[in-house]
């Protein structure tokens, strides 16, 4: 906990708001159980228990200087994080937290330049307006709910960090659905707190991408530096890959460069095209990951066997893992595996099924799973490759219903969040599009290209593009919009982003 010299009524008072916060008294009453299920030593679960004192602590000050300052606007903000000297990011993070508890309202202002075309982009933050919801913190203390309303909802991304970080192992993520063991969970809201569909604050996220403290609104492809249309030049990765094998040469050389010590991906599981999560601790298991799996796989609960190896990782995920792996370093609690990832791999994804979708999918294409080589996702088209070199394709217009309903309030399509993004859209066939989207991917994107391990182009030189990738981005953002504004309308509960 942060060494501070009680010398006034509001650090005090603040002290005992966060004393009395549920958190905090659910992760105290529940040491014993904690430390039984051995996810955290003791060490841990201090380390964890005292920065999140520290954050609830800045929260309820926060609130109190918002609520006793006379301009309830962005200024009252930096004066905060000037006189605390806490970094801004953590600030804005921090004050969505309150608005998400219904504490506070928060009304963006922003202007628009003047060009013409009127375009989201163009929106330029101006200012916060904010109201004070409840003058008496204590009247309203928020409960942190078991992430058991994520899944009854159907809002679950299937990302998992949930259980990749629950201290008691009371959760568990498998096949696209979220389990909780009631009789274990101790209502610690940890799941919840980390949980990308709870609530998501997206403009904060995009500041922590930049490293930057100007707002920005982004709706096409997220932000990045460069675009690249590549493709591997190790011949064991091409002969199994999906596309262009980037992912794939990422891990191998991080791996054999010694710049990682294990990666978290995806494998075939004894059940065909039911993939698991693996931790892969060689460039051979690299070779067990390669291929699109379009079945959900609950990579990130393998964490929860990682947080007592002092590790460097790399995770290579869907863009709702990408998201839940950026929140969780925006509200950064000290839990070990994550303060332990060097580099986030993110994957294009549309939308995920269900195993049991996957096998009505076969039956629509009428073929059997076990005849299937190969699949894809092409020019609007969900396409198998069989074992007899057939190529069997149906419309995805014509079975995106059988998609996890989950997935329809994901706005996501090039993983926003990620170091790195790899996807086919936009490239030839047999090449991947690489969105390199912060200084650490474009730095390791460049050492591929100095030890020769990939073919490299400018997304300007081929066809169809950086557009067709903004095309179907926008088309994503767009459906999740349409569905989330459904869901409203019948009362349903939704993601905050």
Not at 30 to 45: C, F, P
Not at 260 to 278: C, F, H, Q, V, Y
């Amino acid at each position: 906990m942060t060494s501070e010299v009680i010398n006034s009524w509001e650090s005090l008072k603040s002290i005992a708001d966060t004393l009395d916060s549920y958190r905090i008294r659910a992760l105290l009453d529940a040491k014993q159980d904690i430390l039984d299920a051995g996810v955290y030593n003791e060490s841990q679960y201090y380390h964890i228990l005292f920065t999140m004192f520290d954050q609830e602590r800045v929260k309820y000050s926060l609130f109190e200087d918002i609520k006793n300052h006379p301009q309830k606007n962005y200024s009252a903000i930096q004066e905060f994080v000037e006189k605390n000297s806490i970094d801004l990011k953590k600030v804005l993070s921090i004050l969505k937290l309150l608005m998400y508890e219904n504490l506070i309202k928060i009304e963006e202002l922003y202007d628009k330049r003047d060009n013409g075309d009127n375009i989201p982009e163009n929106l330029i933050f101006k200012d916060f307006n904010i109201s004070i919801i409840q003058k008496d913190i204590s009247k309203i203390r928020s409960i942190y709910e078991p992430v058991k309303i994520i899944f009854d909802t159907k809002v679950c991304s299937g990302c998992s960090l949930c259980a990749g970080i629950c201290p008691v192992k009371c959760l568990d993520i498998y096949n696209g659905f979220g389990k909780i063991d009631e009789d274990k969970c101790i209502r610690c809201g940890l799941c919840y707190l980390i949980c990308p569909r709870s609530f998501l604050p997206v403009d904060i996220l995009n500041m922590l991408q930049e490293n930057t403290s100007e707002f920005k609104k982004y709706y096409k492809i997220g932000s990045y530096i460069e675009v690249y249309s590549a493709r591997t030049k190790l011949k064991k990765i091409a002969e199994v890959c999906q596309d262009g094998g980037i992912s794939s040469t990422l891990l191998y050389y991080l791996l054999e460069a010694g710049k990682i010590d294990l990666a978290l991906g995806a494998k075939m599981s004894n059940t065909l095209w039911r993939p698991e999560p693996i931790i892969i601790k060689s460039k051979d298991d690299v070779l067990l990951t390669s291929g699109t799996k379009y079945v959900n796989n609950p990579t990130l609960k393998s964490l929860n066997e990682l947080h007592q190896e002092n590790k460097s990782l790399a995770i290579v995920g869907v863009p709702c893992m990408m998201q839940a792996l950026l929140k969780a370093e925006l509200y950064d609690i000290g839990f070990p595996a994550l303060n332990n990832i060097k580099y986030r791999i993110g994957i294009f994804c549309m939308e995920s099924f269900s195993y049991q979708s996957l096998l009505k999918i076969c039956e629509v294409l009428e073929t059997n799973i076990k005849h299937i080589k190969k699949m894809d996702i092409n020019r609007g088209q969900f396409i198998v490759y069989t074992h007899k070199g057939d190529t069997l394709q149906v419309p995805i217009k014509q079975i995106s219903h059988l998609a996890r309903e989950d997935c329809e309030v994901c706005f996501d399509l090039t993983a926003e969040s990620a170091d790195i993004s790899v996807g086919s859209i936009g490239s030839p066939s047999g090449w991947n599009t690489i969105i390199l989207r912060t200084e650490k991917g474009k730095e390791l994107y460049e050492e591929l290209l100095k030890r020769d391990l990939i073919e490299s182009k400018s997304i300007t030189e081929i066809q169809p593009g950086l557009p067709m990738v903004e095309k179907i981005a926008g088309i994503k953002k767009t459906t999740c919009l349409k569905h989330i504004n459904a869901k409203k309308d019948e009362e349903k509960r939704v993601p905050l982003y």
